[in-house]
């Protein structure tokens, strides 16, 4: 509040000088001393519903970020403004009575957009149990296109992503560049010349190259060009595409997350859903459900099957916010996908490894010091920051740019931003992560 009267202040100090200025011209120049205390009294209110207009503007210019719910302040302030002037400057009091009531009539609306839904806590998203199995193709091509992209319709638009996750590292188009992952364009007819390559070793998982041999002890390598998406979905690192492993490790380990783990954490149904869209889309008929499912049931060991029927929220993820602040921030760094990416300490399931591990207190002073560095940041804090809402300030060293997504700036809150910047600077080298609350 003080601030906000300071800031006005600063905002409207000319608006301030003339009007003292008037003042003390009327009490020079008037001698009739009736007259004179009227238009000093006039001049006060003037100078105080000056005031506050300039404190209803510098609220609406600091606060109002896309959907601050501070901007009906600034209407209620115009607004009550408005009618004291009307009260007291009876020559223009029409005009000052229209004026209230055109703000008054925006802060109710602007007010009633704003508030009202978070004062109620909003409804609680319907839930919709979801029965795979017996749905259609169609209808099970469409949700996969829901979990991937997070809505239907969605696979066109850019930047689009669901819970799967999947478009933060893969091109879906044809033709589409995918530096990160292989374009998914053509999965299904590449799946079955996948099995013959030398260097998947079909039906001896020992002698592969990978880090992992098999999904588990005994589950054995793809036979068909289904178990072979099943295979690449459940266990990345049973096969690694040549040219996409973990940097350095020379394709023995994918960077791909095993998708029916947290935090992706698909289940049974959903990934048939998946497999089926990526089959339709292309106008191939897909195999049944129940040999989809199959397919995953040798790949992925029974207690880690995710069987319940996924409850689907409504609104999904597309374009909507990933974390809104009042999570923890494990949560966030899961519900953000940043542990996709990267390796966090203390965060459990964040061993991405297509970025940097992030060990910010040690990683942010040598990035700031390093004579390429050409962004902004003066402090750790403000390097995370940085690096999180414009990720091509500064690209770490053999890393490549446009990899991270550049749009968490609209995705996440500025709470959630904070929870992240406060965690990731307390990470260095060698120490003990800080607990997470
Ligand atoms: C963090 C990045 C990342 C995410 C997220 C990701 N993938 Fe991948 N994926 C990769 C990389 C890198 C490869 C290539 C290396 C390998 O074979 O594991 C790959 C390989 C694949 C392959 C094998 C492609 C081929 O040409 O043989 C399929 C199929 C696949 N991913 C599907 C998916 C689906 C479906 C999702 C979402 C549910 C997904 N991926 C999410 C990075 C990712
Ligand atoms: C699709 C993969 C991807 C995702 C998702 C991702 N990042 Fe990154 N991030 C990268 C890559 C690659 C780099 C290194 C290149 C660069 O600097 O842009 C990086 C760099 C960073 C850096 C600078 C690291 C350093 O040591 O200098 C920070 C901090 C960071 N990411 C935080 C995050 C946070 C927080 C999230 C989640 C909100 C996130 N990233 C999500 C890929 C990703």
Redesign the pocket.
Known sequence: MLGLIVDGFLMGWPVFALLVGYFMYCQTSISDPEMKKRLQFKTMIAMLTGLMLFMAISNYSTNFHGESRLLPVSLVMITTLCFIMGLYFTNLAALFKIGGFMFFVAAALSGYGNWLPQVEGGFPPPVVKLDFQSMSAQQLADEGEKIIFGGLGQSKVQGAIGKG?CP??HGFQQGFLSE?APNLFDVPARASTRLDEPNYHKGNPEARPSVQKEAFPGSGTAENAQEYIAESHACPNCYVVPGFGVKGSNDTESPMPRIHKPPISLSMGELAAVDTWIYIREGKEAPAYDEIVASYEKFIPEADRITVTAEEEEGGAAGGV??TGEEPVNE??MK???????T?PGIEGAT?K???????GT??P??IKDSSYKGHAKSVRE??TE??LD??A???TD???????KD?GK??SAG??NK?VNY?SQLQEGKEPPPVE
Request: aromatic fraction near 10%; charged fraction near 15%; hydrophobic fraction near 50%.
């Open positions: 996750q933060l590292c990160r990933l974390a966030i760094f953000a996908a940043c542990v996709a990416c990267h966090i991405g297509v970025g940097p591990k992030l060990v910010e990683n942010a040598k990035r390097y995370i690096s999180i990720p091509s500064y690209v770490v890393y490549p740019d446009n990899q991270m997504p968490f995705k996440l959630a931003v992240i990731l």
